[in-house]
């Protein structure tokens, strides 16, 4: 939750080095590799889950020429499209979720790993001790967790060049690797939304701007909805659809509205949808408002590739950086501020031109083919080449 309200590196090291348990690794160096380099992934989220939305397309990318792949669930939902596809994709696919830690750990090194990648870091259901006792040569935090998680016995962080600086990497326990343009990988099979004006099936208002806010209410606080209001009070003619998750916040945000002298009418509270109508509502928007100190992550992948240009603020910590690195590989990185009277400026400068708005919004479909955010193919490339090289050098005792 610290990562919603300090946007400061080197707060969110301190609060998180103490929730890391004292490491006890076995002796478990990196060894020469078999024919096929041996990768495990963790997650408790395989199922209709944001981490599923990015790495559906990856999975399916993956060369097995050249690696094997091992998934560990620790909170299996057979329900979900999500799991067949993770239990076709994987050589060895293990429920975990009935066993203990202890015999979890024991099970993961009699699977030989050379990689282990945690999904989780510290977040919900998330199980840090198997990584604290070491289950593979190399371990990495990678795409759960927007952090340093402080595992001593977490050897890599996968970030890239815009969501860590090299002059931040001190605040990251982690050795930093970087892809070479953007962290976040994406699925680009996923459906495309339909392009007509459906604002009246989701209740949506034809003859108003709409902003939007899509990210998980726990990242909005008093900075980002005063700074919202502001916006709204400058363009009169605008609305704000609001996100509030599985909760009924219709209440709180008129009483909100009201406290900055807005109508509560303006705000537009929406709930939780399939992902496929979910992108199709947001295909409606003029205009996605990001939070600050943490960003949109997938809901800005999601903006994108509906064709709606996300407008974010950079911030220093890594969770408030991934929107600007996310709209950079998109191909519209003047989406990205450094100020909040920027950010303020520009909301209303575009809210007040359809000209620029609608060729920001054709820009964002033609790239949608074309640009680094999207290439499936290329990014799962460079993530296995990262992968790969960083074993290698580790086993040879080279720096990375």
């Avoid at 340093?148 to 969501?163: L, N």
């Avoid at 890594?318 to 600007?324: G, I, K, L, Q, Y």
């Avoid at 100020?339 to 520009?346: A, F, G, I, K, P």
Wanted: with cysteine.
């Amino acid at each position: 939750m610290l990562l919603s309200f300090i946007d400061d590196p080197e707060v969110q090291q301190a609060h998180s080095q103490p929730s890391a348990a004292v490491a006890r690794s076995a002796d478990h160096a990196p060894k020469a590799p078999g024919d096929k380099l041996r990768i495990g992934y963790f997650s408790a989220d395989f199922c209709e889950h944001a981490t599923m939305h990015l790495i559906a397309g990856m999975l399916k990318a993956h060369d097995r020429t050249r690696f094997e792949f091992y998934v560990y669930d620790f909170l299996p939902q057979p329900q979900s499209r999500y799991h067949t596809l993770i239990r076709d994709f994987a050589d060895i696919y293990h429920d975990i979720s009935q066993i203990d830690d202890a015999e979890a750990i024991t099970l993961a090194r009699s699977d030989q790993l050379d990689i282990a990648v945690d999904l989780k870091g510290l977040t919900t259901d998330c199980r840090p001790v198997l990584f604290e006792h070491r289950i593979a040569p190399m371990q990495v935090s990678f795409l759960g967790f927007p952090g340093t998680t402080a595992i001593r016995e977490i050897d890599f962080m996968i970030a890239d060049p815009i969501t860590i600086p090299a002059a931040e990497e001190r605040f990251y326990n982690e050795q930093i690797l970087r892809m070479p343009i953007c962290y976040q990988p994406n699925d680009n099979t996923r459906p495309v939304p339909e392009a007509d004006n459906l604002r009246a099936k989701y209740d949506l208002p034809e003859d108003k701007f709409i902003f939007a806010n899509f990210n998980h209410p726990h990242k909005v606080g008093p900075r980002e909805f005063g700074v919202w209001m502001n916006i709204l009070r400058q363009v009169p003619d605008a609305v704000l659809l609001f996100y509030t998750g599985a909760h009924d916040l219709s209440l709180e945000l008129a009483r909100q509205a009201r406290r900055h002298e807005i109508d509560p009418s303006r705000i537009l509270p929406c709930g939780i949808m399939t992902q496929t109508a979910h992108i199709e509502r947001l295909a409606q928007v003029d205009l996605c408002l990001d939070c600050f100190a943490y960003n949109a992550h997938t809901t800005a992948s999601d903006a994108l590739w509906a064709g709606v240009p996300l407008l974010t603020l950079c911030g220093r910590q890594f969770s408030a950086r991934v929107a600007t690195s996310i709209l950079s590989a998109a191909g519209v990185p003047e989406l990205s501020t450094n100020s909040l009277e920027d950010y303020v400026d520009q909301a209303v400068r575009l809210a007040v031109s359809p000209g620029e708005i609608n060729a920001l919004k054709h820009t964002l479909r033609r790239n949608r083919s074309s640009c680094a955010l999207f290439d499936t193919k290329t990014w799962t490339k460079d993530y296995e080449d990262l992968l790969a090289d960083a074993y290698q050098r580790s086993a040879s005792n080279s720096p990375v």
